[in-house]
């Protein structure tokens, strides 16, 4: 029992370790400090958190409200009839046949993918840029990282020969891969071509993708295609509410598991058994008619695609104009512009990392952007993230439902309906001519 004992104080005292000197999540502290800002009086301009303007369809606001009675415990895996809704929503969203009894449910993807990490006994691949959180949780958990670097050149994605190389090195061991498409911070997906070129590799060394595809149904052209239907025996697929059903909010994730994963399944069940027991009962039973979507939801979904598209290119063209590298963006409403071809001019004011970049912009123009460093970039590297969603998504959205879907929407609109990005956007590309 001594033994026992101590080793459990060596564990705490790890875990310990692998907490202190943390900071808050990057995308928190940013949308908290542009509050502080304007507290202030500051006029910000608030692109560094992601977050979708656009209101929760009305059909599911009125579940919610017809379900706000339900007051008891329910499964830790989900709710029944919402694993049933998420099973069908990948069978007809991705052609990939998915159990119910195979989908864990839970308060948010972000919780989900922090107990995947704490079940998964593995070394973890993660191409940069990434999401701001994976590599926190896996510092958290003590997991072995491995950071691919991608490039502006590869649009950011990761290359199967990239990944190959790394697995070869040592082929048998158990490895998780962590892919995001669209992807936070870059708004770029990929193509069928290179999924079915990264499923053979998976398949080669039998990896685990966790396939994050949180912003899959606001890919922009509305053809997101999942890496499952090329590889589903290795494939997790994570989804929610968060981005395309505008709920971020409610918190509500998905993760949908093949068979030969259930003993993954299950120990994560295990394990949200004794942390967060099960999410919140209103929000599971509105989540089903969310993911049983229907007429109402895809034709809201068009809309919001085609607004997002538009913002997304417009602000795109405005920055390579001005001299950043940007490529246009093809989902979620991200843009990772590389300010490079700017590097002796920044130097020039003293600015020579991605912190002090967006540190000068926000003091110069009050746009807010997070450094590229937050997404596992180099300190020096002159990227930052651009979240093109600060208006008012409700008015836009009314705007654009008066205007035939066949029809593009025009900068007119996008000033209009769309002004504080639209505005922000202008201004970061006049200081960028200043300094150029």
């Known amino acids: 029992m001594e033994n026992n004992h101590q080793g459990n104080n060596n564990q705490h005292y ?20 542009s509050a502080r800002l304007i507290a202030e009086g500051r006029t910000v301009y608030k ?9 929760v369809p009305d059909c599911v606001v009125e579940a919610l409200r017809h379900n706000a009675h339900q007051k008891d415990y329910l499964e830790v895996q989900g709710l029944r009839a ?24 839970g308060p948010g993807s972000k919780e989900l993918m922090f107990l995947l990490q704490v079940a998964f006994y593995g070394d973890l691949i993660v191409p940069t840029p990434c999401w701001v959180s994976y590599a926190p949780q896996a510092h958290i958990v003590g997991h072995q990282i491995n950071f691919v670097p991608t490039s502006f050149a590869g649009r950011w994605r990761i290359s199967p020969e990239q990944l190959d190389e790394l697995c070869a090195e040592d082929p048998t061991r158990p490895r998780l891969v962590v892919l995001n498409y669209p992807g936070n911070p870059d708004g770029l997906t990929y193509n069928q071509d290179e999924l079915m070129r990264l499923a053979e590799i998976g398949r080669e060394y039998e990896l685990i993708y966790l396939s994050d595809e ?8 509305g053809n997101h295609v999942s890496i499952a239907r090329y590889y589903p025996e290795g494939t997790i697929i994570s989804s929610g509410l968060s981005k395309w059903c505008g709920a971020g909010g409610w918190r509500l994730g998905t993760f949908a598991f093949p068979p030969c994963l259930k003993w993954l399944l299950l120990a994560m069940t295990n394990l949200a058994s004794e942390t967060f027991t ?3 009962a ?16 895809e034709l809201y979904l068009a809309h919001v695609r085609r607004i997002l598209s538009a913002m997304g ?5 405005k920055l390579r104009d001005a001299g950043a590298r940007v490529h246009d963006p093809e989902g979620a409403f991200y843009l990772f512009p590389d300010f490079s071809p700017l590097s002796p001019a920044l130097a020039a004011r003293g600015i020579r990392t991605g912190k002090q970049l967006t540190a000068a912009i926000l003091q110069d123009t009050g746009v807010a952007l997070l450094p590229g460093v937050e997404f596992s970039r180099s300190e020096s590297e002159l990227t930052a993230r651009l979240a ?10 009314v705007a654009g439902q008066g205007i035939p879907l066949t029809q593009p929407l025009t900068e007119d609109f996008l000033a209009a309906n769309c002004f504080k990005t639209f505005e922000a956007v202008n201004k970061l590309a006049e200081w960028i001519k200043s300094i150029s």
């Not at 998420?86 to 449910?105: C, I, T, Y």
């Open 14 to 33: 790890s875990l310990n370790l692998n907490v202190r000197g943390m900071g808050k999540s990057a995308t928190m502290a940013v949308n908290e400090l």
């Open 313 to 317: 290119r417009w602000s795109a063209a």
């Open 388 to 397: 093109y969603v600060d208006f008012d998504g409700a008015k836009a959205l």
């Open 282 to 297: 209103p929000i599971q039973y509105a989540a089903v008619r969310a993911f049983q979507m229907g007429q109402e939801i």
């Open 82 to 105: 919402l694993r049933e809704a998420v099973a069908a929503f990948h069978q007809k969203s991705d052609g990939v046949p998915v159990s119910p009894e195979l989908v864990q449910v």
């Open 278 to 280: 099960s999410t919140s």
């Open 47 to 55: 692109l560094g958190l992601g977050q979708s303007p656009f209101p």
């Open 214 to 221: 949180i912003y899959g149904k606001i890919n922009h052209s």
